[in-house]
């Protein structure tokens, strides 16, 4: 049981490439989220997703996209990436059942855009 | 929107002593769950005590607990005998029930335990 995991772990981009973040979960879980960690403002919410095939805007999604074509998978998306968009990524997840509400994180995707 | 306010950017203590950690919310609902989140500097993201907001007994986890003030909208993290390992930053956060329980987070503390 791997839980969480992210691929890859660090990358460097270039202004204007395109890249693609994988998070994975094993636990089957309904719910998945991508936050940005950014110094001095805590973790910002993206994009999330409520179950498979379906994806809906958090907080900051201007220049993200994901999907969800599988359960397991959450994609995210950089068509273009800015200097802006250097941070640290986490995915999460949970269940859509029961009361403890816990979203289990991924160990994070440092990106860096020159 | 609910926003999470930590006020304290960094703290250091010794070892074994007490520290509290603060952290205030807004909000207009009145059930929610509250939630820190510790941050080593692995980076992975671990749970340390959750509250729900109808509970009126506050919740403690071993070494942690918290004094959860829900009229003054008021959440803090109090470590007992702090250990070397409690170093890491400390995130607060906000979670509604309903819908797609999306966490909202303060701005963190980086707490620092000396020897």
């Known amino acids: 049981n791997a839980g969480v995991t992210q691929t890859p772990k660090f990358r460097v981009l270039k202004t204007g490439q395109s890249m693609t973040l994988l998070c994975a979960q094993d636990m089957n879980h309904e719910y998945m989220y991508w936050y940005r960690q950014d110094p001095g403002m805590g973790l910002r919410l993206i994009h999330y997703s409520v179950g498979e095939g379906t994806t809906a805007k958090g907080e900051v999604p201007d220049g993200y996209n994901v999907s969800r074509l599988k359960k397991q998978n959450f994609l995210l998306g950089l068509e273009s990436a800015a200097p802006s968009q250097t941070s640290v990524y986490f995915c999460?997840?949970?269940?859509?059942?029961?009361?403890?509400?816990?979203?289990?994180f991924g160990p994070g995707t440092r990106l860096t855009v020159t | 929107a609910q926003t999470v306010t930590q006020s304290q950017p960094e703290m250091s203590v010794q070892e074994a002593e007490t520290v509290t950690l603060s952290c205030t919310y807004d909000?207009?609902?009145?059930?929610?769950?509250l939630f820190w989140y510790k941050q080593p500097p692995s980076r992975q993201m671990i749970l340390v005590i959750r509250?729900?907001?109808?509970?009126?007994q506050n919740a403690t986890e071993n070494r942690f607990s918290v004094n959860f003030q829900k009229a003054a909208k008021s959440f803090s993290l109090k470590i007992s005998d702090s250990q070397l390992g409690d170093t890491a930053m400390y995130f607060c956060?906000?979670?509604?029930?309903?819908?797609?329980?999306?966490?909202?987070f303060g701005q963190g503390t980086r707490l620092t335990i000396n020897p």
């Open positions: 909000t207009s609902e009145n059930n929610y769950y």
């Open positions: 509250q729900e907001a109808y509970k009126q």
């Open positions: 999460a997840s949970r269940t859509g059942s029961g009361s403890t509400y816990e979203q289990y």
């Open positions: 956060a906000f979670m509604k029930p309903l819908g797609a329980q999306k966490l909202v």
